[in-house]
């Protein structure tokens, strides 16, 4: 099974920019999808970002639109998450999910389907 690895997460004041990583290992599918979601204390957890692998193609929660970006390396193998101008309602436990070999980006919608997923990393903005 493919494991995912997050690394970046950390405490930042309102304003700064951290990165987040997902390492996805060695693996040879081509197109899939990418995406990274949060889960504050007392709340949801709501997608924040996700990439079909495919197309580049994005989508972004309104809340983060225009500050976070994500983005893959040219292997495909690690996703990223640039977050600037953080506020303290970004503050959550972010976790990375993949859903392999899909026809197209419409299958990223499904959150539900996403398997596997990251350990989490915390991030703070206060």
């Known amino acids: 099974h493919v494991q995912l690895v997050e690394s970046g997460g950390g405490s930042v004041q309102a304003g700064g920019s951290l990165t987040l990583s997902c390492a996805a290992g060695?693996?040879?599918?081509?197109?899939?999808?990418m995406a990274w979601f949060r889960q504050a204390p007392g709340k949801e957890r709501e997608v924040v970002a996700r990439?079909?692998?495919?197309?580049?193609?994005?989508y972004y929660v309104d809340s983060v639109r225009g500050r976070f970006t994500i983005s893959q390396d040219n292997n495909g193998n690690t996703v990223y998450l640039q977050m600037n101008s953080l506020r303290p309602e970004d503050t959550a436990t972010y976790y990375c999910a993949a859903r392999w070999k899909v026809a197209g980006s419409w299958y990223c919608q499904a959150s539900a389907a996403y398997t596997p997923w990251g350990q989490g990393t915390q991030v703070t903005v206060s």
């Open positions: 990439i079909f692998t495919g197309d580049d193609s994005t």
């Open positions: 060695r693996y040879t599918y081509k197109r899939n999808c």
